[in-house]
């Protein structure tokens, strides 16, 4: 069992979610109670949003990964909480190919993480194709992460533009380790996870315990599909992740995967997008399992939405499905479009390809719909504002 090393304190202040959907994106204010919600106008409507994120440093600034009609895939950054916005003067790219070779250009911007607490101002991005960039000047200039992008190992790891999940190979779930500011995570959709322990300037597999059947060795280094990797704020030493084949645990000084997903009761199966980890206990993690049959229908098991928590690193699994539809309930999520609030009890939010956002206040003993007829929701990030 792992010992907690750090906790966040219970937060009391107000809550606001910031949803990104395929046709902009929205911020949802709740009260200090979490009872009372209001959305705000649409915000670069037509736009596809993949992520909207407050700086936690000044509970402030928000960048925003998008992909609009004419500027292409860029990135937005507003400092007075969404009122404005001002494009980035250079987004992320890779370098221009030599004359006469194939190059590959980003597609969209999929992810987006404030670095560490003692480096204000500065943002990493994920893209798909797969590439990692840094901004040091707050979102305005984009700069690519070589040791990453140009390892002599890359283009075993990653998956090309043309290869990969259906909407494209994906770098997700970038971490930095709040003891550490040299110690990174980040994930490849396809490829596996990888670890680097001087910010950036190497990296290597850490995918030992992972099993992949669609690979020709199922337990091979690298070529792993984790759909969400996150890291216990209560013990940065516990991992979790949803794998493609698979819900995973990690004590990072065993330096193994373990896959905890196997206890999940039928017909809910270990394939699903997002996990979350409770804030201040790091034994207990939130999933929302999909159908993961074949074909795989992305979809609630025969229509039963549920979500499900386990108090003991995943030995066993609690379903939780109060206040969703008993059926007719063909939710599915995006790995984006589930986060958790540090308020006691906690929050939990997730926001579906359906356009609805559902949220408990209790730790998921119960379920309320707070929007509803949103276009196809992306991503949901929790914003604790000042107290």
């Known amino acids: 069992m792992a010992k907690t090393i750090s906790t966040t304190k219970s937060a009391v202040g107000a809550v606001a979610l910031l949803i990104g959907t395929r046709k902009g994106a929205f911020i949802l204010r709740g009260d200090k109670a979490r009872r009372k919600w ?38 937005f950054r507003s400092t007075d909480f969404g009122k404005t916005w001002k494009e980035a003067t250079q987004p992320p790219a890779f370098p221009k190919a030599p004359e006469g070779e194939k190059g590959i250009s980003v597609h969209h911007n999929f992810w987006l993480s404030p670095a560490h607490p003692s480096e204000p101002g500065v943002w990493y991005a994920g893209t798909s194709p797969q590439g990692l960039f840094r901004s040091e000047d707050a979102g305005a200039t984009w700069e690519p992460v070589r040791g990453f992008n140009e390892h002599p190992q890359f283009k075993i790891w990653w998956n090309p533009p043309d290869d990969g999940p259906p909407d494209g190979p994906t770098l997700h779930s970038i971490i930095i380790d709040p003891r550490d500011v040299k110690h990174m995570y980040l994930c490849l959709s396809g490829g596996g996870v990888f670890e680097s322990h001087d910010q950036g300037r190497d990296w290597h597999p850490l995918n030992k315990g992972l099993s992949s059947s669609f690979l020709p060795v199922p337990d091979a280094e690298v070529g792993h599909d984790p759909h969400r990797v996150a890291m216990s704020p209560a013990d940065p030493d516990r991992l979790y992740q949803q794998n493609h084949e698979g819900v995973y645990r990690m004590d990072r000084a065993d330096g193994v995967w373990v896959n905890i997903g196997k206890t999940l009761p039928k017909p809910y199966s270990d394939h699903s997008y997002p996990i979350a980890p409770h804030p201040r206990d790091p034994n207990t993690v939130w999933l929302f399992p999909l ?97």
């Open 38 to 75: 209001k959305m705000s106008d649409g915000i670069m409507i037509g736009a596809v949003v993949n992520h909207m994120v407050l700086d936690p440093r000044d509970r402030r600034t928000l960048l925003m990964a998008a992909r609009t009609g004419h500027l292409g895939p860029t990135i």
């Open 291 to 387: 159908d993961g049959t074949f074909p795989l229908g992305r979809v609630s098991p025969g229509g039963k939405p549920a979500a499900f928590v386990s108090h003991n690193s995943g030995k066993t699994w609690k379903k939780q499905n109060k206040g969703f539809p008993k059926a007719n309930g063909w939710f599915s999520l995006k790995r984006q479009a589930m986060n958790v609030d540090a308020h006691d009890p906690v929050g939990i939010y997730l926001g579906t390809t359906g356009g609805e956002v559902w949220a408990s206040r209790d730790e998921g003993e119960s379920w309320t719909r707070l929007a509803m007829s949103l276009p196809e929701i992306y991503s949901v990030e929790v914003a604790e504002l000042a107290r």
